[in-house]
C-alpha cells in the first residue's frame, strides 16, 4: 500500500501550531523526529522500529541520520514528501518534512511545529535528503 503525496500533505499540515516538547510524539507536543514519526506512523508509512529512542538535545556522532538511512532511501535533492536532515553545526541534529517549496518542523526557539520556504540557507544547511518508505513519489 503507498500513500499519496496530497494525504501527506494533509497529515503534515495538520500538525502546524503544535507546540514543541523534547521527545514528544503526540498532539500535545513533538520535537522535529517527533513530528516525522507521528505524521508517518498516521499514515502508516515506517516500521515500528523506525522511532529514533531517547536522545539528547543534539543527537550525537550522527545518530540521527544513521538511524534514518536503516528505513530510508537517500534522494539526490529535496522534493514533495522527503524527510530533510538538518545540519545545524557539525552534525546533522534536526530534521524537516519537505512540502515541495515549503518545510515543516518542529522548531524549539519558534515554540513549536512551523512550515516556511525551503531556500537559501535551510538548503545550504541541508545534510541529506530521504524518500520515506511507502509514500507514492510521482
Not at 101 to 127: C, K, L, N, P, Q
Request: contains cysteine.
Amino acid at each position: 500500500m503507498s500513500v499519496r503525496i496530497e494525504d501527506f500533505t494533509t497529515e503534515v499540515r495538520r500538525w502546524i501550531g503544535r507546540p514543541f516538547l523534547h521527545q514528544g510524539r503526540t498532539w500535545d507536543g513533538v520535537d522535529c523526529i517527533g513530528l516525522a514519526v507521528a505524521v508517518c506512523k498516521n499514515c502508516g508509512l515506517v516500521a515500528p522500529d523506525f522511532d529514533t529512542g531517547i536522545y539528547g538535545r543534539m543527537p550525537a556522532n550522527d545518530m540521527l541520520q544513521r538511524r534514518i538511512a536503516d528505513h530510508c532511501e537517500p534522494l539526490p535533492t529535496a522534493r514533495a514528501g522527503s524527510l530533510v536532515v538538518i545540519r545545524w553545526s557539525r552534525e546533522a541534529s534536526h530534521v524537516a518534512l519537505c512540502l515541495g517549496d515549503t518545510i515543516v518542523h518542529s522548531h524549539e526557539r519558534m515554540g513549536g511545529v512551523i512550515e516556511h520556504g525551503y531556500r537559501g540557507r535551510w538548503i545550504r544547511m541541508t545534510s541529506s535528503v530521504w524518500a520515506l518508505p511507502g509514500l507514492a513519489y510521482v
